[in-house]
């Protein structure tokens, strides 16, 4: 079954840790996000990308970094100059035909 | 204004209950909208877009009001399944080549028996 894969699940991050999440799809998608969401609120877009070897930043980018190598990987660094990671993480693919698929999503802790 | 604004919730409701959830956005370039659903520490999964004409889509209608910037999703004959977080989704259009979507901050329905 095509869909988005996101791994781990669960992340716990320590104090001045960089930290990567994965997220794969094999739905042939061209676009591809990751958002962030944190309790009570909306979804907010850190990282988007149209295309291999290229990626735009989104409403809150900072403390964050990613790389599109290959069409089905777009995996997303939570580097120590984010000061609050503590979130639920979402990644995202979409085609003008079929819309938003989300991934499972990684709930990240700092410890 | 917030770009997307929804009821604050949350919505108790018994079961068989008809609930209607509003939405409004800020930016009138916005070109398509949605509802998502969300249940508890899950990802969002689209429920049904939303149309001028309005749509059903069995218990659940959406209705979009361009002129006033709003949208509304009535649910009828409540069941328990129904209890989950209800995203409201509006679509910007290209940015960069990339679609933008905005989402609001969820109106949680809980369906009590």
């Known amino acids: 079954d095509g869909g988005i894969t996101q791994s781990p699940k669960y992340l716990f991050r320590k104090e001045g840790q960089n930290v990567t999440l994965s997220c794969e799809q094999n739905?042939?998608?061209?676009?591809m996000y990751w958002y962030r969401q944190d309790p009570g609120q909306g979804l907010r877009l850190i990282y988007y990308?149209?295309?291999?070897?290229?990626?735009q930043k989104g409403d809150i980018a900072e403390g964050y970094s990613v790389s599109r190598e290959k069409k089905e990987s777009f995996p997303l660094t939570v580097t120590s100059a984010q000061k609050n990671p503590t979130a639920f993480y979402l990644c995202?693919?979409?085609?003008?035909?079929?819309?938003?698929?989300f991934g499972s999503g990684t709930r990240l802790t700092v410890v | 204004r917030k770009e997307v604004e929804q009821d604050p919730g949350p919505f108790n409701v018994p079961e068989g209950a008809t609930v209607a959830f509003n939405c409004t956005y800020s930016?009138?370039?916005?070109?398509?909208f949605f509802w998502y659903r969300q249940d508890c520490r899950k990802e969002p999964k689209l429920l049904m877009s939303?149309?001028?004409s309005g749509n059903e889509d069995g218990r659940f209608t959406a209705q979009l009001n361009r002129a006033s910037q709003y949208i509304s999703l009535l649910i009828r004959d409540s069941k328990l399944s129904d209890s989950a977080t209800y995203l409201c989704?509006?679509?910007?259009?290209?940015?960069?080549?990339?679609?933008?979507?905005?989402f609001g901050k969820g109106t949680k329905l809980t369906v009590n028996p």
């Open positions: 995202a693919s979409s085609s003008p035909l079929y819309g938003y698929t």
């Open positions: 739905l042939n998608h061209d676009a």
């Open positions: 990308s149209q295309i291999v070897n290229d990626f």
């Open positions: 930016n009138s370039a916005s070109q398509s």
């Open positions: 939303v149309y001028s």
């Open positions: 989704v509006v679509n910007e259009g290209a940015q960069g080549g990339s679609e933008k979507l905005v």
